[in-house]
């Protein structure tokens, strides 16, 4: 039987029409100006009557202030539209996606390692190295490694770790009293939240003013009989 002709994949008919701007809008976030092809739209923000306006219109009041329409609600009835900087906009969503993605601190757990021969020198240097991890909002699991003999100086080595937790009252609660596991003692510190920082300030700061204001002196009536009265 004879064949037909085979149909065409290259057939030039078959981009007539196509939208020169759909890859554009594939990667933009946002329609924008001629991509928004909707008969009217709804305008709020700054410097407009908000309000509903035909979609020629609203481009036309962009156009007058150098600004763009940008899209911000398509699946409204009829969409939301804005008239802003659409690059700025851009910039400073950004700016603030990086910003709360910095608060989105991930906590860590910090080791800090001692030996029951630590001195005042080196235990000061790896305490402010903690109270930094502790601001930073990590934790920090200190930890005191015996050695051979040293093992008989367990005492030594906790009382290194409850001065550091003395050292670190500020900044950070001890979790538990040191414990050996091997021939570690360990002691792990979580950072106080901000708030409770400042509680610890302002109760600190009370005890200080009522420690300086003077006491009343006693009533006569509870003043102690005299002796042989």
Do not use: W
């Not at 009536?221 to 002796?227: D, I, R």
Request: with cysteine.
């Amino acid at each position: 039987m004879p064949q037909g002709p085979r149909p065409s994949f290259n057939n030039n008919s078959n981009n007539r029409g196509r939208n020169p701007n759909f890859r554009r809008e594939q990667q933009q976030e946002h329609r924008t100006n001629r991509m928004i092809r909707v008969p009217e739209v709804r305008l709020v923000g700054e410097n407009i009557e908000v309000g509903v306006y035909r979609t020629e219109e609203a481009l036309r009041m962009a156009e007058e202030q150098g600004l763009d329409l940008v899209e911000i609600s398509p699946n409204a009835v009829p969409p939301v539209c804005r008239i802003i900087d659409y690059n700025k906009f851009l910039y400073e969503k950004k700016k603030k996606e990086k910003e709360m993605k910095a608060k989105a601190h991930k906590s860590e757990v910090k080791e800090i390692r001692f030996t029951p021969n630590t001195d005042d020198h080196d235990f000061d240097f790896k305490a402010k190295h903690a109270e930094k991890f502790l601001k930073d909002g990590n934790k920090v699991k200190t930890y005191v490694q015996f050695k051979g003999r040293a093992i008989m100086f367990k005492e030594r080595g906790e009382l290194i770790l409850l001065k550091f937790a003395e050292r670190l009252a500020e900044v950070g609660a001890l979790e538990g009293m040191p414990t050996m596991e091997g021939k570690r003692m360990i002691a792990i510190f979580a950072p106080k939240s901000a708030k409770k920082k400042m509680d610890t300030k302002e109760q600190k700061e009370d005890r200080i003013q009522q420690a300086r204001e003077p006491r009343p002196a006693p009533a006569p009536s509870e003043a102690k009989p005299e002796q042989g009265a």
